[in-house]
């Protein structure tokens, strides 16, 4: 199954595309290649543009907070069990004194450092890191890939701290949605949601169908296209009854 993810409101968009950049941070700096490493680099200025944010840390800390506060409203409940309430009640406060704990804007480190800030001005210019522009990077990628990556690792911690937290809520958000099958009758599917209840919705379909769900909403509403593509490439709707699974995370 295919999973594709919708968020409903701008926050949680935040915390998706800090995930994605992430994961792909952490697959490239894996790697040997001095390309790779580059890339790993421009995810990483990336990365800071999504979380320097001023308001972002903030976000995350609020975020954990109240989950905080909705976990420890269990306690005492027969039918939660007190050891794994005790445990994720732990982790929250682990990443909520993890994150307090970071000066500045999250990714400082990484402005503040004037190698990588100049790098940084050039690597939006399209050939802008060439060897003549660059000489002081072209001699950095001729570096041996376990001193580039401990580099790469070390600027990146700075961005740690905001990376578990949001991976915490994000595991967090998931795990609250039920899964259920659906069907969208001659390829489309809409479903009313109650007001503001739902940030997330989560959707799984059968990759042998040949089938991409087109997905638009909002906190009042949920819209379910399905599109195959034609020979050319082109996009066309399904006109077919398509079951798939969704969940709506709260």
């Not at 409101?9 to 595309?17: A, D, G, K, M, P």
Request: hydrophobic share 40%; net charge neutral.
């Amino acid at each position: 199954m295919i999973l594709y993810e919708h968020p409903f409101n701008e926050r949680v968009r935040t915390y998706l595309r800090l995930e994605h950049l992430f994961h792909r941070f952490d697959e490239l700096i894996t790697r040997e290649q001095a390309v790779d490493h580059h890339f790993a680099l421009t995810t990483l200025f990336e990365l800071v543009d999504v979380g320097g944010r001023a308001d972002l840390k903030t976000e995350v800390l609020k975020d954990l907070e109240k989950n905080r506060q909705q976990f420890l409203s269990f306690r005492g409940n027969p039918s939660v069990s007190e050891a794994a309430l005790n445990e994720i009640i732990a982790e929250l406060d682990m990443h909520l004194e993890l994150l307090k704990s970071v000066s500045g804007r999250i990714g400082q480190a990484v402005t503040d450092n004037e190698w990588l800030s100049s790098l940084r001005n050039r690597s939006g210019i399209p050939g802008g890191t060439c060897g003549f522009d660059l000489p002081y990077y072209h001699a950095w990628q001729q570096h041996t890939s376990v001193s580039r990556c401990k580099n790469l690792k070390q600027w990146g911690e700075s961005l740690r701290p905001i990376q578990n937290a949001v991976n915490l809520l994000l595991r967090l958000l998931r795990d609250n949605g039920m899964t259920q099958k659906v069907v969208a009758t001659a390829g489309q599917f809409q479903q009313a949601l109650p007001q503001g209840r739902f940030q997330l919705m989560r959707l799984r379909l059968d990759p042998e169908l040949g089938l991409i769900p087109e997905i638009s909403g909002n906190r009042l509403m949920i819209w379910v296209r399905m599109m195959k593509a034609d020979e050319s490439g082109r996009m066309q709707s399904c006109t077919q009854d398509v079951t798939f699974e969704v969940a709506l995370c709260v």
